[in-house]
């Protein structure tokens, strides 16, 4: 029901109670909407609800509502909903865009000029705030007797909820570095997808070393983290890779030796 003028003493119908009492606890009734759609005047003290999978616009013309007129709007589809100034004003210190769920009220202060008041708007998560966590482990011995760069078993695959945020990277690996007869050291590479992010390679930090002798043999533990900006909202791929320093005389490098269990992970924060 639209906007009414009440005259003194007037006997108020049950139609009109209803839609008193909507408009006070709802916005008014509601007004579907599945197509771009042109306000009239029969939409004060209305909810205008716009319902469509595609890009739609509301439009404010002028000379159609009074100062004090309200209309509410909501987008309920999929696609945004741009209120748009028609031949009218309409300012905002929020957005005319409305996403999915979103919605205000629009507030005329003359025929001409309206004010939209947006709702208040959450974000998923927030600052600073752990969004999801995704852990991986591998007790898969990996021998690399190589000074390329190798696959090892540890790896995860985290989707981001939001395009903002960051991933936050914990790894923690046994390995063992071993070589007759000569010193070697060994390290690899932290992954996301095929770019490398971080790198803790014998060029960099020498993870362990063993001197001079007939077989020589060091185990240690690689723990590391890295606070890493993928920018997606896709699949994303993080792995480490490793290398021995030296192969000659036996040289290589093993990761989760003995099967000791290796972890990564992967911790997505808000922007």
Do not use: W
């Not at 790198?199 to 723990?223: K, P």
């Not at 606070?227 to 490098?253: C, F, M, R, W």
């Amino acid at each position: 029901m639209a906007k009414q003028t009440f005259t003194t003493g007037q006997v108020l119908t049950a139609a009109q109670m209803t839609s008193l009492q909507e408009t006070a606890m709802t916005g008014g009734p509601a007004s579907t909407k599945t197509v771009s759609y042109v306000l009239v005047a029969a939409d004060a003290g209305t909810r205008v609800a716009m319902n469509a999978a595609g890009s739609t616009t509301i439009t404010v013309n002028t000379a159609l509502f009074s100062a004090g007129d309200t209309v509410s709007i909501q987008n309920i589809g999929a696609g945004t909903c741009t209120i748009t100034a028609g031949t009218a004003t309409v300012n905002t210190s929020g957005s005319l865009a409305l996403a999915q769920y979103q919605g205000g009220i629009l507030y005329f202060t003359s025929a001409s000029t309206a004010i939209f008041f947006q709702f208040a708007v959450a974000t998923a998560g927030g600052g600073g705030k752990v969004l999801q966590v995704v852990s991986a482990t591998t007790t898969t011995e990996t021998t690399i007797a190589s000074t390329t760069l190798t696959d090892t078993t540890i790896t995860a695959t985290i989707t981001p909820t939001l395009a903002t945020s960051k991933i936050l990277v914990f790894v923690n690996s046994p390995i063992k570095v071993e070589r007759s007869a000569a010193r070697n050291g060994g390290g690899g590479v932290l992954l996301r997808a095929a770019t490398t992010i971080m790198q803790f390679n014998a060029n960099n930090f020498l993870l362990s070393e063993v001197g001079g002798g007939t077989t020589n043999t060091t185990r240690a533990a690689i723990g590391f983290h890295y606070l890493d900006n993928p920018a997606t909202t896709s699949s994303t791929i993080y792995k480490v890779q490793g290398k021995a320093e030296n192969t000659a005389n036996s040289g290589l490098i093993v990761f989760q030796d003995s099967s000791a269990p290796a972890t990564i992970t992967l911790l997505e924060i808000g922007a």
